[in-house]
C-alpha cells in the first residue's frame, strides 16, 4: 500500500487542522493505522493509532483529549482531527500502516509499522 498524508499548514495556538492520510490498493480495512510525529531535534514520536475495524483507538498521552483518529475504510482514507494545537505540537506528521496481527500494545512502536507516508509539515505559532 501506498500512503500519502495531507492537510498541514500553519496555525496558531488553540486552533484546528485534519490531517489526512490516503492510501492505494484495495486492502486498506486490512491495515491498523497510525500516525507518528516528529518535531525539530526530536525522535519520531507515537501519535494515534486505529485499529482495522475501528473498534479501538490509542492516543499518546500528550494528544489524549484533544485528537481524534479515525478512518473511512470505503474511501481508504485514514484521519487525524487535531484541536487545542499549541506549539509543542509542531512537527513533521507522519501516517502509517500495518497489515499483519500483532499485539495492541505495539501499536505505539513505529517498528511495528511497515508502511509509510511521506509526512505532512504542522506549524502551530504561539
Known amino acids: 500500500v501506498q500512503l500519502q498524508a495531507s492537510g498541514g499548514g500553519s496555525v496558531q495556538a488553540g486552533g484546528s487542522l485534519r490531517l489526512s492520510c490516503a492510501a492505494s490498493?484495495?486492502?486498506?480495512?486490512?491495515?491498523?493505522m497510525g500516525w507518528f510525529r516528529q518535531a525539530p531535534g526530536k525522535e519520531r514520536e507515537f501519535v494515534a493509532a486505529i485499529s482495522r475495524s475501528v473498534s479501538s483507538t490509542y492516543y499518546a498521552d500528550s494528544v489524549k483529549g484533544r485528537f481524534i483518529i479515525s478512518r473511512d475504510n470505503a474511501k481508504n482514507t485514514a484521519y487525524l482531527q487535531m484541536n487545542s494545537l499549541n506549539s509543542e505540537d509542531t512537527a513533521v506528521y507522519y501516517c502509517?500502516?500495518?497489515?499483519?496481527?500483532?499485539?495492541?500494545?505495539?501499536?505505539?512502536?513505529?517498528?511495528?509499522?511497515?508502511?509509510w507516508g511521506r509526512g505532512t509539515l504542522v506549524t502551530v505559532s504561539s
Open positions: 502509517a500502516g500495518r497489515q499483519g496481527l500483532t499485539a495492541s500494545s505495539n501499536y505505539y512502536n513505529e517498528d511495528a509499522y511497515g508502511y
Open positions: 490498493g484495495r486492502t486498506f480495512s486490512t491495515y491498523v
